[in-house]
């Protein structure tokens, strides 16, 4: 039954939700120059604003962490006073709205900061060449120095301050995909032997730091998280990931944040060294708030909510394509099919 989606949900005593689902962070590489919201991602938003909650596409903590073009940024005044504006049109059309904060790591390049180089955690380049952009090749990382560690979870913990400035609800920290965070998380991008490496504990050091800092500053309650145990996009998995995450999330849980998101584009994907797909191992491990996501219908997602597989459902290309998604599926209209060349326009 599709009205499950339709049932409100209490994430936490600061929060409520109108109903379960959710718009997944969608990057959509359209922020003007200064990396500032354009009227068009306004519009983009507010049209939106029917969703339980918006969750924004990746926006950058700070200029070094920038991997594709225009994506917009939460560390200039200009940029703060962009998302303002989405955020009051968001609010004005009775939604709600949480920043997803970003840093790339080693798939940064410094083309687009006019950078010497890119931090991560250990000196292992990714493979490949950056999309759309196919004459750039990506860069050997400068593993990042205690100092600099200090000073991404500080960047990262400002953000957050900035994002309550710009009037939003709650932040998602992204520790998903592959990108900086989530490089600290697996062995094949983090091959580090000091505090930040080599253990689980050591691996979840850094990603726990940035989640304590940030709900520290803004409050747990406005505090949500994405990760992806298992690797897919960005690097490779390793079978001995599982101990990192099998100590991370049970850590997760203990600081009681607005919710768990599920990092994964198709949810059907198993992963060996998780015993299953990556929502039914973090179900397993995790006893709070889960919001699912990768490939769902209506009807697929409203029937993992009612198994008890998680609580909240997030859908992405399918609201690239359906502006009024939520309309649509309330009062039983058909969907528009997404294909990869709505990329180019915001509707
Ligand atoms: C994504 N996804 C994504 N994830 C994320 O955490 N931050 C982001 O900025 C983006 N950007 C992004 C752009 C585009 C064009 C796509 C297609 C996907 C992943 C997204 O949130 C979601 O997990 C997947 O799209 C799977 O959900 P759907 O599309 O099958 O409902
Ligand atoms: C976070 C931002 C990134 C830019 C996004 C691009 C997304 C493009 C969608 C392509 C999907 C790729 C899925 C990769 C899955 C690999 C499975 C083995």
């Given at each position: 039954m599709l009205d499950t989606l339709f049932h409100p949900v209490v994430l936490n005593d600061t929060l409520t939700l109108k109903n379960r689902i959710l718009m997944a962070p969608l990057t959509r590489c359209m922020a003007d120059d200064n990396l500032v919201p354009t009227q068009a991602m306004i519009d983009y938003y507010a049209r939106r604003a029917d969703t339980g909650l918006i969750i924004s596409e990746a926006i950058l903590v700070r200029a070094d962490g920038q991997g594709y073009p225009h994506t917009p940024g939460l560390f200039?005044?200009?940029?703060?006073?962009?998302?303002?504006k989405v955020t009051d049109a968001v609010h004005n059309n009775?939604?709600?709205?949480?920043?997803?904060?970003?840093?790339?790591?080693?798939?940064?390049?410094?083309?687009?900061?006019?950078?010497?180089?890119?931090?991560?955690?250990s000196a292992i380049a990714l493979e490949g060449t950056l999309p759309r952009m196919r004459e750039l090749t990506y860069t050997v990382p400068k593993p990042a120095t205690k100092a600099e560690i200090e000073q991404l979870i500080a960047d990262f913990s400002q953000a957050a301050a900035n994002a309550i400035d710009a009037g939003f609800d709650g932040v998602e920290i992204h520790g998903a995909n592959g990108y900086l965070i989530d490089q600290f998380l697996h062995f094949s991008t983090n091959e580090r032997d000091d505090e930040f490496g080599g253990t689980p504990e050591n691996m979840a050091r850094f990603p726990l730091a940035v989640i304590d800092a940030i709900s520290q500053r803004i409050g747990r309650d406005r505090t949500g998280l994405r990760l992806s145990p298992g690797g897919y996009f960005n690097l490779e998995g390793d079978s001995r990931d599982r101990a990192v995450f099998d100590y991370l999330l049970p850590e997760v849980e203990?600081?009681?944040?607005?919710?768990?998101?599920?990092?994964?584009f198709d949810d059907s994907m198993n992963f060996d060294y998780l015993d299953g797909s990556v929502s039914q191992y973090m179900r397993a491990h995790y006893h709070r708030t889960l919001i699912g996501v990768g490939c769902y219908t209506p009807e697929t997602g409203s029937d993992a909510i009612e198994?008890?597989?998680?609580?909240?459902l997030a859908i992405g290309r399918p609201l690239i394509a359906n502006p009024d998604y939520v309309n649509k599926i309330q009062s039983g209209q058909a969907l528009t099919p997404y294909d990869d060349t709505m990329l180019a326009q915001l509707i």
């Open positions: 200039t005044p200009e940029q703060i006073n962009g998302w303002h009775g939604g709600k709205i949480f920043a997803q904060l970003w840093h790339t790591g080693r798939v940064a390049h410094p083309f687009f900061f006019n950078g010497e180089y890119v931090l991560a955690p203990k600081r009681c944040l607005a919710y768990l998101h599920v990092g994964i198994a008890g597989k998680f609580d909240l």
